[in-house]
């Protein structure tokens, strides 16, 4: 099987950054998709940024701010947040798409932006 761990969450101030990083680990074959997703208290699941092929998608939200980057080599991907305001604040995982396991997740990591 193959896992996915993420790492660098943490308290921030508004206006900070943080890095976030997930490396997948195990057996290893293909991964075709791999991104972050947050889910805030209350709140559904939501797509943050992802790189599928080459492509790189963001959330409106996080547009000019986050920094989506993949290691295709190491297999991990980060997340790069810069300005980070309290609607930030969520349970960041780490999500990728891979053959022949489907869609993985990452145990999560809890981002906080707050004074």
């Known amino acids: 099987q193959m896992q996915l761990v993420e790492s660098g969450g943490g308290l921030v101030q508004p206006g900070g950054s943080l890095r976030l990083s997930c490396a997948a680990s195990?057996?290893?074959?293909?991964?075709?998709?791999m991104g972050w997703y947050r889910q805030a208290p209350g709140k559904q699941r939501d797509k943050v940024a992802f790189i599928s092929g080459g492509r790189i998608t963001y959330a409106d939200s996080v547009k000019g701010r986050f920094t989506i980057s993949r290691d295709n080599a190491k297999n991990t991907v980060d997340l790069q947040m810069n300005s980070l305001k309290p609607e930030d604040t969520a349970v960041y995982y780490c999500y990728a798409v891979s053959d022949p396991y489907g869609s993985i997740w990452g145990q999560g990591t809890q981002v906080t932006v707050s004074s």
């Open positions: 195990g057996s290893i074959f293909s991964i075709n998709v």
